[in-house]
């Protein structure tokens, strides 16, 4: 009998023993290497415990999900990426993934994209294919009557390898509403304009010219035309249309039959054109009020203002002949 209760103490230390030594003692207290380890969303403990244990983090898996269950985290790990190492206890480990203390990369959406430019950058990112941002464009379209074109606000974003595309979308969006701030929508609305036309103005603006200064005389000078009936007649949603990445325009490119054809059709086109920073978004909505009709950028990227057609023929002349 002695014996017995001899070997059930000796099994409890040695149990006790394993554990401790599972949870608190490091596999490597030495190492500095650091491993870059996955948690996938909707992976359970179990197959998170047993990734680590394969990948040399942890000791023991049954001791990651006793002790994962016993602090009550089991339920908390988030998915994403994180730095570990064999110098880190298990505690440590599961409060490392329990925060979201996890690796972050960054993508930065520049300022006058396409939503194709920003399918094409996101592809070559490794985050989504192109026809995946597309596809999501139609789908809300088709719900909502709006597309995402204009409101994928550019700026740099920091997001985790584990963030789908509609995350970061919805990223992209809420960034955007918070841009628009409540003074923004005010004015907008005293103008009795409305946001999907200040967008379209801000796209067209963006692509049109760089400073904020002349983004704001030409926002002057394509209200003025649409007041007085006027084609817009902007170079860019040719462009747009035709997806060439050049300022130079073929006379039978004006004769395309589009909405956003705005040498064919008079009036705002049909929707964005690229995704517009807030100066060009500001200059929609606080034009600088002027009496030019025209204008035309040089090729140093000065903007030249005209009053008159004739005015405006001669700076052609002048500057891009």
């Not at 592809?123 to 204009?150: C, P, Y």
């Not at 049109?208 to 009936?229: A, P, T, Y």
Request: charged share 30%; with cysteine; hydrophobic share 40%.
């Amino acid at each position: 009998m002695r014996c017995f209760i001899t070997l059930i103490i000796a099994i409890i230390l040695i149990g006790g023993f394993l554990v401790w030594q599972g949870v608190y003692y490091p596999v490597d207290s030495h190492s500095k290497e650091t491993v870059n380890f996955l948690v996938k969303k909707g992976q359970s403990t179990k197959e998170i415990a047993d990734g680590l244990e394969k990948a040399g983090l942890i000791r023991y898996k049954l001791a990651f999900r006793w002790y994962a269950s016993f602090a009550k985290e089991g339920n908390t790990l988030k998915a994403g990426e994180y730095e570990l190492s064999r110098s880190m206890t298990l505690p440590e480990i599961i409060t490392k993934m329990a925060s979201g203390d996890m690796l972050k990369r960054k993508i930065t959406i520049i300022e006058g994209w396409t939503l194709k430019d920003i399918a094409r950058y996101l592809e070559k990112e490794g985050v989504a294919s192109f026809e995946q941002l597309i596809e999501m464009d139609n789908i809300r379209r088709a719900e909502t009557g709006i597309g995402l074109e204009g409101y994928l606000f550019p700026d740099t974003y920091e997001i985790s390898p584990e963030d789908g595309l509609e995350e970061i979308v919805k990223l992209m969006l809420e960034n955007f509403d918070n841009k628009i701030t409540l003074e923004l929508k005010e004015e907008i609305s005293f103008q009795e304009k409305n946001l999907s036309k200040i967008i379209i103005m801000a796209s067209l603006i963006e692509k049109e010219v760089r400073s904020f200064e002349d983004k704001k005389i030409v926002s002057g000078i394509l209200w003025n035309r649409l007041k007085i009936g006027m084609p817009l007649q902007v170079d860019s949603t040719i462009t747009y249309l035709t997806n060439k990445k050049t300022t130079s325009i073929l006379k039978e490119e004006l004769e395309i039959d589009s909405p956003y054809n705005t040498y064919k059709y008079k009036g705002l086109p049909f929707g964005p054109i690229c995704n517009p920073g807030l100066e060009s978004i500001k200059a929609a909505i606080y034009p600088t009020e002027n009496d030019y009709l025209f204008y035309l950028s040089t090729l140093e990227g000065e903007t030249i203002f005209s009053k008159t057609l004739k005015e405006h023929n001669e700076a052609i002349n002048k500057y891009l002949r």
